[in-house]
């Protein structure tokens, strides 16, 4: 899970294999406080798997890839 | 000491100090050791297998990395660049990321300020599957 400067250099890093998935940086940063916000609080309980693939949905990181299990 | 209030006192620790406990300084050491192996089979944090350390309290990285976190006037390690932005949401603090890419090797600095990056040019490459992300995390 990398920052990369453009999609050529995510091109070249892969080689031959096979991408995954590509996002803005802008997508990863709501992505991340959506996911991490709450870590740290003495109040944080497990989120469940459909709490997550919620945060997924939100932010349209939908199909196959994206899908917790 | 239940589960949910070591990894509360874990977590409490490493915003604190700046690094994860030893399990003498939460408590009783096999008591904090076994907690911490339940807690590592439920994913709420990551150990080193061979030697029963803390390798993460995600969003955190407890060894080095290649993405460093600047927040609340400390340096953090993050496991990868969603852990390094996660460090800023986790601490709700603005920062900044310092890594590479790991195409050409080029430094690249990334501020985060009221929860926005400054630099929407990067791209964010995910390769393993979610479905699959925590099969080896460390890789992931």
Redesign the interface.
């Known amino acids: ?7 050529e ?2 091109a ?3 080689g031959g ?1 096979e ?11 709501e ?3 959506a ?3 709450d ?2 609080s ?1 109040e ?3 989120h469940t798997r459909e709490q997550n693939q919620a945060i ?1 949905d939100r932010l349209g990181l939908t199909g ?6 | 000491m239940d589960d949910l209030d070591l990894r509360r006192r874990t977590y409490g620790h490493m915003v604190g100090h700046g690094r994860a406990p030893r399990p003498e300084e939460l408590g009783d050491p096999a008591e904090v050791l076994a907690g911490w192996r339940r807690l590592h089979d439920a994913h709420a944090l990551v150990l080193n297998p061979a030697t029963d350390e803390i390798r993460m309290l995600n969003p955190f990285s407890v060894v080095p990395t290649a993405y460093r976190v600047h927040a609340r006037d400390r340096w953090w390690y993050a496991n990868c660049a969603w852990d390094a932005l996660g460090v800023c949401a986790a601490l709700h603090a603005d920062g900044r990321i310092e890594t590479s890419c790991p195409d050409c090797g080029e430094p690249i600095a990334l501020e985060v300020r009221g929860r926005q990056p400054d630099d929407d040019s990067l791209l964010f490459h995910v390769l393993v599957p979610a479905a699959h992300w925590w099969d080896d995390i460390v890789f992931t």
């Open positions: 899970m990398n920052l990369f400067r453009s999609e250099h995510i070249r890093w892969l294999r991408p995954g998935a590509t996002t803005s940086v802008a997508t990863l940063c992505l991340a406080h996911w991490w916000d870590r740290v003495p944080w309980q497990p997924l196959p890839f994206w899908q917790l299990a």
